[in-house]
């Protein structure tokens, strides 16, 4: 157990923002984990606690007075294998596409659509991370929990996990409850590629791949060139990937708006409803490349706020407020962050 007081999470926040925690606390472990419970215990009691991955889908607000968990529990094992599959378990601290890495050397298929994506194991199964048409939930098997309250493991199955569009039961009912210790994925024996989703074919045209012929490794590198060519290395500018969720609206919503605008991009979802790029929202209401101070919207896709430099907190929350209100004004649509805003008490709902 690692553990620091009055500690500044400058390193484990993608956007750069410098807010202290009252303790953090980092752990390798169920057997530590189960340790880090009595220490807070008799040390911080009362305390709100919060337990984050790489922070890459955080924004601080003012510093934390409370206790910040981080799991650094490794490991990717083989568990078991049918003619088809292959279960795989992943330690919640590994970094997100060292898994992806390992998927794809060992030829595991079923997650080189989500490469490059930036965070960890454990907060890729509580947020359903997704990219290129594929979601964490189609590869999850189950996820293996600590409860914090009590100190007993819990398997959720994926059903149990009440995944949906980036959400699950760990955002939801269950927020805060369970410390993820290691997910199992449910992966497949041989590729079939996933290229269908926007422009992830032209780019392997682009790139003199034919296309259906491509490889495992080849789809991967495809998907990490188009990542790096339009979302922000958070080591050069603080940033934490898509700001907001894409909205999901009913269909007559979506014909209004066509008939106004006969190139808006959309996306037909299971349920009848219609998923609308919030870049293309934010984009139209003129702020793509633009700023209000230091915080700034990207020049490249208007879904991603930028830290152009010593912005807090709450210059990235003014920005988000004005372009989500800006965005009602305009089309009647309401677009919602995706990144958890932090409080001085732990997550505030931002609605
Ligand atoms: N668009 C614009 N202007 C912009 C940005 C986008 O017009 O500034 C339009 C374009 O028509 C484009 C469409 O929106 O074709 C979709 O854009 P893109 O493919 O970049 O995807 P997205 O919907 O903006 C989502 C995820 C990303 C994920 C990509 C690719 C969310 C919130 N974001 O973005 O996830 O990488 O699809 O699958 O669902 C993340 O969650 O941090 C993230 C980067």
């Known amino acids: 157990m690692i553990e620091r007081t ?23 472990s169920e057997e530590d984990l189960q340790e880090v419970r009595k220490r807070i215990a008799v040390a911080y009691h009362g305390l709100p606690i919060l337990h984050v991955g790489k922070g890459s889908n955080l924004l601080f607000l003012e510093n934390f007075q409370g206790v910040i968990l981080h799991s650094a529990i490794k490991g990717i094992t083989e568990i078991s294998q049918t003619e088809n599959e292959i279960y795989v378990r992943a330690g919640a601290g590994e970094v ?11 030829g595991w298929a079923g997650v080189e659509n989500l490469s490059w994506i930036p965070g960890e194991v454990g907060a890729a199964a509580i947020q359903n991370i997704g990219a290129y048409g594929v979601e964490a939930k189609d590869v999850i098997y189950e996820v293996e929990c600590l409860e914090l309250a009590t100190g007993d493991k819990r398997i959720f199955s994926c059903e149990e996990c009440h995944y949906g569009y980036r959400k699950s039961i760990f955002k939801e009912q269950l927020r805060g409850q369970y410390a993820v210790l290691s997910v199992v994925f449910r992966l497949k024996c041989s590729f079939t590629p996933n290229i269908e989703y926007g422009g992830v074919r032209k780019a392997l045209t682009e790139l003199g791949i ?12 495809a998907i990490i060139d188009i990542r790096k060519q339009k979302l922000p290395d958070p080591e050069v500018q603080g940033n934490a990937g898509s700001f907001f969720m894409n909205p999901v609206v009913e269909k007559v919503v979506y014909e209004q708006l066509a008939q106004q605008y006969d190139s808006c991009p ?6 009848g409803r219609i998923k609308i790029p919030a870049g293309w929202l934010i984009e139209q209401c003129g702020w793509k490349g633009q700023n209000l101070g230091p915080a700034g919207v990207h020049k490249k896709q208007a879904l991603v706020l930028v830290n152009l430099g010593g912005a807090t907190g709450e210059d990235i929350a003014r920005l988000s407020e004005t372009i989500c209100r800006n965005v009602y004004e305009r089309f009647g649509i309401a677009i919602h962050p995706e990144v958890n805003f932090i409080g001085k008490n732990g997550l505030i709902d931002v609605k």
């Open 96 to 106: 997100w596409d060292d898994f992806v890495d390992t998927c794809v050397k060992r």
């Open 6 to 28: 009055n500690y500044s999470m400058l390193q484990h926040n993608t956007f750069g923002i410098d807010a202290a925690t009252t303790c953090f606390i980092e752990y390798d």
């Open 266 to 271: 959309h996306y037909d979802q299971p349920d």
């Open 210 to 221: 034919e296309p259906d012929k491509v490889t495992m490794t080849q789809l991967r590198n």
